[in-house]
């Protein structure tokens, strides 16, 4: 099993940014690591995702303005969040998928974009 804690949501201004982090209980080196977000009465979607060996994915609604890193010293990834419009507003989910089929879920963090 595999802990995911999400962290740094909130309410901002539209133009405004944010960082998300998600800490993992476990050495996330081998697995793609991502971010996924649900608005309210919506289906969860992709916002972004990263391979062990760097390769990154965007949803077209975020590319250019959303970027994905991770730390894998630290079993951490993170979401920096720029340019944030009101349709950003929903809760983001982290996920690690390690090789044999392992998929994992954070409880997500709530991002408001309000003015």
């Known amino acids: 099993q595999v802990q995911l804690v999400e962290s740094g949501g909130g309410l901002v201004q539209p133009g405004g940014s944010l960082r998300l982090s998600c800490a993992a209980s476990?050495?996330?080196?081998?697995?793609?690591m991502g971010w996924y977000r649900q608005a309210p009465g919506k289906e969860r979607e992709l916002v972004a995702t990263?391979?062990?060996?760097?390769?990154?994915n965007y949803a077209d609604s975020v590319q250019g303005r959303f970027t994905i890193s991770r730390d894998n010293a630290k079993d951490t990834v993170y979401l920096q969040m720029n340019g944030l419009k009101p349709e950003d507003t929903a809760v983001y989910y982290c996920?690690?998928?390690?090789?044999?089929?392992?998929?994992?879920w954070g409880k997500g963090t709530l991002v408001t974009v309000s003015s």
């Open positions: 996920n690690a998928k390690y090789w044999g089929g392992a998929d994992f």
């Open positions: 476990r050495n996330i080196f081998g697995a793609t």
């Open positions: 990263k391979t062990s060996g760097g390769t990154t």
